[in-house]
């Protein structure tokens, strides 16, 4: 795997300042990616406001191995003209969704995908090149399996790693291998959509709890959740880093949610007053 820090050169850039055979390596991985007319894997990218990290991510996607056909699908929630534009500029399939939240992308993506094994990702991170292989293959091993999850490590800002965060990435892998062991309720909360895959026949019929606004962010858990009564889930050991997430306010949605969207009710405030955490110190 190339290392995190090599993708430091590609943050906040765009296509246009890359050379020649950078960009033709993205616009030629794009165009193969067109020519796929029967994905078995659908990679599903929503996208928000990630024109800092999302050049870096696409030169990851170009990176990968693998004899499995796949798509890459970029979901569209009101993102802002700079992530479009680069998209645009390299080929990439977009579709669009304009109803804001992170549950509202996930099922736009799940229905437009075309694979039968649907791998979620984030636009801010960095991919093993053995992904697909090691989130996709197990499923055709294994029949009663629905959902196979990991662990990501973390990167500074600009995709750095000090010594520090090396260590917080090791903590971090064993502290959730441990935690995801130990029991359902344990699992649920900590399978992230950044290393997740699923089949796309078992969640389809249910599709992502988008009624869900006061706890969008946690669409992976409620995938979890349901996706536990329809089979057995395989923690996969692969590389991903992705970038520290933004502080926030417990109980409040991620930036990705962006309230401004949702009209606010006392309804709304009192459940989110209730879905509260203490903040650990």
Avoid at 65 to 89: C, G, H, M, S, W
Wanted: positive net charge.
């Amino acid at each position: 795997m190339m290392h995190v820090t090599f993708y430091k050169k590609y943050f906040d850039r765009t296509p246009s300042a890359l050379d020649t055979e950078e960009l033709s390596r993205l616009t030629h991985y794009f165009g193969l990616l067109s020519k796929v007319a029967h994905p078995v894997a659908s990679l599903i990218v929503p996208v928000y406001r990630a024109k800092q990290h999302l050049l870096a991510h696409l030169f990851s996607l170009s990176y990968l191995k693998t004899i499995i056909p796949y798509e890459v699908i970029f979901v569209d929630n009101n993102a802002d003209r700079e992530t479009l534009d680069i998209l645009a500029q390299v080929g990439a399939k977009v579709v669009k969704e304009k109803r804001q939240g992170i549950t509202h992308a996930r099922q736009r993506g799940l229905e437009a995908a075309r694979g039968q094994i649907i791998c979620t990702m984030d636009p801010d991170s960095i991919y093993d090149p053995y992904y697909i292989d090691k989130m996709v293959l197990p499923f055709f091993e294994e029949e009663d399996l629905v959902l196979c999850y990991s662990v990501s490590k973390s990167y500074i800002h600009d995709f750095g790693l000090t010594p520090k965060m090396n260590l917080r990435n090791w903590l971090k892998v064993r502290y959730f291998k441990w935690k995801l062991s130990q029991s359902f309720i344990n699992k649920i909360k900590f399978v992230r959509a950044v290393t997740m895959s699923y089949r796309k026949e078992a969640l389809a019929p249910i599709g992502y709890p988008i009624d869900l606004k006061a706890v969008s962010g946690c669409d992976d858990g409620m995938v979890a959740m349901h996706l536990n009564n329809l089979g057995v889930f395989k923690y996969v050991s692969v590389d991903v880093y992705t970038a520290l997430p933004p502080p926030r306010e417990p109980g409040k949605p991620f930036p990705f949610c962006n309230e401004r969207f949702y009209k606010k009710s006392s309804i709304m405030e009192e459940t989110i007053k209730a879905l509260e955490i203490e903040t650990l110190t």
